[in-house]
């Protein structure tokens, strides 16, 4: 099972930061990829990006220059960062694992992160 | 980017119904095109994998296949359970995209 956790509102300019809390598996055995997906109000879904162990992260390029993806074995959770951030990144943000072939399962719940002064 | 166009964005059908929905990507590509059942308030999950492929807990009323370009999923004899936001998602190419979604509701 996967559950994010983080601030729910963060001050434009300043830097959005997420959990993701794996439990029941290894963060660094069986599921090998571990993905940030969001969905802002009203809009459809938007794949951030994703990491696994050994490899290099993989961001889209709509927001390659702001976001950090990364792991940590020691808390069996992986983490998002996302610098800079505006009105328009205010979003329910979901964490994910996956494979290879680019599917996502399975999903935490979403934790909603509001932007706003 | 691959940009999925899903139609309708709603539907309204009655327990028992067949419902389709349709996915068509803005360039062609074959078998990368994934199914997600998304309940308010809950975690979005896996229900069709690489166009036609069933998660394991997915009930047989599921299907999911290709025609020219397009994907559908089809629901056969619909469920109470099925009422939900069904989502497509391509993992063709980076970056990986998602239909606008179909939200299944009770007539």
């Known amino acids: 099972q996967l559950q994010e956790s983080g601030p729910g509102l963060v001050k434009p300019s300043e830097t959005l930061s997420l959990t993701c809390n794996v439990s029941?598996?290894?963060?660094?055995?069986?599921?090998?990829?571990w993905t940030w997906i969001r969905q802002p109000a009203g809009k459809g879904l938007e794949w951030i990006g994703r990491f696994y162990f050994g490899g290099i992260p993989h961001y889209n390029p709509s927001l390659k220059s702001r976001v950090t993806i990364s792991g940590d074995t020691s808390k069996n959770s992986f983490s998002l960062k996302l610098t800079s951030v505006t009105a328009a990144d205010t979003a329910i943000y979901y964490c994910?694992?996956?494979?290879?072939?680019?599917?996502?399962?399975?999903w935490g719940p979403g934790t909603l992160v509001t932007v706003s002064s | 980017d691959i940009h999925l166009t899903q139609s309708p964005s709603s539907l309204s059908a009655s327990v028992g119904d067949r419902v389709t929905i349709t996915c068509r990507p803005s360039q062609s590509f074959s078998t990368y095109l994934n199914w997600y059942q998304h309940k308010p308030g809950k975690a979005p999950k896996l229900l069709i994998y690489a166009t036609s492929n069933l998660q394991s807990w997915v009930p047989s009323r599921f299907s999911g296949s290709a025609s020219g370009t397009d994907f559908t999923l089809t629901i056969t004899s619909l469920q109470p359970e099925d009422f939900a936001t069904y989502y497509c998602q391509q993992s063709y190419s980076s970056p990986y995209t998602f239909g606008g979604g179909t939200k299944l509701e009770i007539k």
């Open positions: 029941g598996g290894s963060l660094s055995r069986g599921i090998n990829y």
């Open positions: 994910a694992g996956g494979n290879a072939a680019g599917t996502f399962d399975p």
